[in-house]
């Protein structure tokens, strides 16, 4: 009885000690510089919002903020390396629409919310957009369906690949208008922009940044934007879903850390992260690019808004007959 005793207040001192320097090192956090993972190339739209909260973090909490972009497997390499990261908050994700998508088509060696303690929206957005060649003469996306219902095949739009943001968006919108606009796969959704403004496809759905560039210089006509609300800065654009197709076609920028980092790091840095997107030079920068953070951004929000992006994400891979079989 007395080592059964003695073996418990072992065990139980352990753990006090355990839990101690757990709360000791959150306490001091950060000591040294956080590393945040970027799994895609420098300069895209993971990239942007993640290295502006990077360079806005450095300069509020006083610590060193590197971003390191580790690409490949449609995102899935960087995140595999944060998953695996050693849950103390010196490494950090910045997850992302392709999080979502990604699982009901490839393998993914981790999930992306059970391996992971989320932090909070970087951004939501941007929103993709209905933009078809300025020289057809459909004014209207009334006027290019209704096209497409009568000569079937007839409009082609390019994407960047059947499970790719733009080639969902055209699944639902065939789907919901009875059309069957034809979906040419491009390398980018950027490459398959600049040729629908060329004429040799009709058009695409591209994202807002480089839809409002090729409008702006007449090379291509905004029909219609999928995003709950009207953009700010082009209001004149009506939304899908005012036009009776409910279809959200926006992306996001997530910040993560491995699963098990200590609730204070979290709660740490979802306070510094609202206090830097919320600046008004945050929100400048990112409203230029149609993006823009959250007012109400938690932890427990961004976990939620995830797993339900997940299941619809789902509906949407076996729609597009991409799905993986499992």
């Known amino acids: 009885m007395t080592r059964l005793r003695l073996r418990l207040t072992l065990v139980a001192a352990l753990a006090v000690c355990t839990a101690f320097g757990v709360d000791a090192r959150a306490q001091n956090y950060p000591s040294r510089a956080i590393t945040i993972i970027v799994p895609f190339a420098p300069g895209g739209l993971t990239d942007v919002p993640a290295r502006l909260a990077a360079t806005m973090l450095q300069e509020k909490i006083g610590q060193n903020f590197v971003v390191e972009n580790k690409t490949g497997g449609s995102g899935t390499i960087g995140g595999q390396y944060a998953a695996r990261a050693e849950p103390d908050g ?34 939501e957005g941007p929103a993709l957009v209905v933009v078809i060649d300025a020289k057809l003469p459909y004014k209207t996306l009334d006027e290019l369906l209704t096209d497409a219902r009568a000569n079937p095949s007839k409009i082609s739009f390019g994407t960047s690949g059947p499970a790719s943001g733009p080639g969902l968006s055209l699944n639902q919108l065939n789907a919901l208008a009875k059309t069957e606009i034809v979906g040419v796969p491009y390398r980018g959704v950027g490459e398959a922009a600049r040729n629908a403004a060329a004429g040799i496809i009709q058009g695409t759905f591209v994202y807002y940044s480089q839809a409002k560039s090729l409008a702006d210089d007449g090379k291509v006509r905004a029909l219609a934007v999928a995003s709950p609300q009207r953009i700010p800065t082009w209001p004149e654009v009506p939304t899908l879903k005012e036009l009776g197709y409910n279809i959200d076609g926006r992306g996001f920028v997530g910040l993560a850390a491995p699963a098990k980092t ?65």
Request: charged share 20%; aromatic share 10%; no cysteine.
């Open 90 to 123: 010196y490494t950090l994700f910045a997850n992302s629409v392709a999080d979502t998508q990604n699982l009901h088509y490839m393998p993914v060696p981790y999930s992306a919310v059970d391996d992971f303690a989320q932090i909070g929206w970087i951004v």
């Open 262 to 326: 200590p609730k204070p790091v979290i709660s740490f840095l979802n306070a510094k992260l609202n206090e830097v997107t919320q600046t008004d030079v945050f929100k400048s920068r990112m409203g230029e690019l149609g993006m823009g953070p959250p007012a109400d951004n938690t932890p427990e929000k961004l976990d939620a808004f995830l797993r339900g992006e997940i299941a619809k994400q789902g509906v949407l891979a076996k729609q597009s007959g991409q799905a993986l079989q499992r």
